[in-house]
């Protein structure tokens, strides 16, 4: 029996979920700072990346929905650009 994410009420984009995540995903990355072990700095690193693409989908999903503004748009793609440009000259 396959379960799909659609229907389930822990996948739903909501500010508590989002908040969850980020702070899932600091543990990881300050995890994946600490670790000497190759093999858990790569799975902690894998699982950030995971719930940092999940918390950024949910931020924006829930600022295109709560947004009534028509500036609401143009404060996505803002924050898309600066996240994008931030973690293209970090590395």
Do not use: E, H
Request: glycine share 6%; hydrophobic share 50%; with cysteine.
């Amino acid at each position: 029996m396959v379960v799909s994410c659609w229907k389930a009420p822990a996948c739903k984009a909501n500010a508590r979920n989002a908040a969850i995540c980020s702070i899932l995903w600091c543990l990881a990355i300050g995890g994946f700072a600490a670790s000497t072990n190759y093999v858990l700095a790569s799975r902690l690193l894998f699982c950030a990346g995971l719930l940092n693409l999940t918390f950024l989908s949910m931020a924006q999903t829930l600022r295109a929905t709560t947004g009534t503004d028509p500036t609401t748009r143009r404060l996505i793609g803002l924050f898309n650009m600066s996240n994008n440009g931030l973690r293209a000259s970090a590395a």
